[in-house]
């Protein structure tokens, strides 16, 4: 695994982002990054609960974005 990605899934840990990891098998696991005390794993809380994950099976990962539109638009 690259050390971007790992420094990147760190972080979003610190934040408490969602994000989206892309393993290496095709699967895609959607959750809020944890702060992990495993050196080799990543902890994602899912809806079905949490989610150890293996840096070395991590391919790509994507933080997802919220936006809250406030008020009415008119065209």
């Not at 760190?10 to 959750?31: F, H, P, S, T, Y």
């Not at 990543?42 to 809250?68: A, C, H, L």
Request: proline share 4%; aromatic share 6%; charged share 35%.
């Amino acid at each position: 695994m690259d050390k971007k990605l790992k420094q990147s899934l760190k972080v979003a840990a610190i934040r408490r982002e969602m994000i989206v990891v892309w393993l290496l098998n095709g699967d895609k696991i959607k959750g809020i990054a944890d702060v992990s005390t495993d050196p080799k794993r990543v902890k994602i809380n899912t809806i079905e609960g949490p989610v150890w994950v293996p840096y070395m099976d991590v391919k790509d990962i994507s933080q997802v974005i919220r936006f809250r539109v406030e008020g009415e638009t008119r065209e």
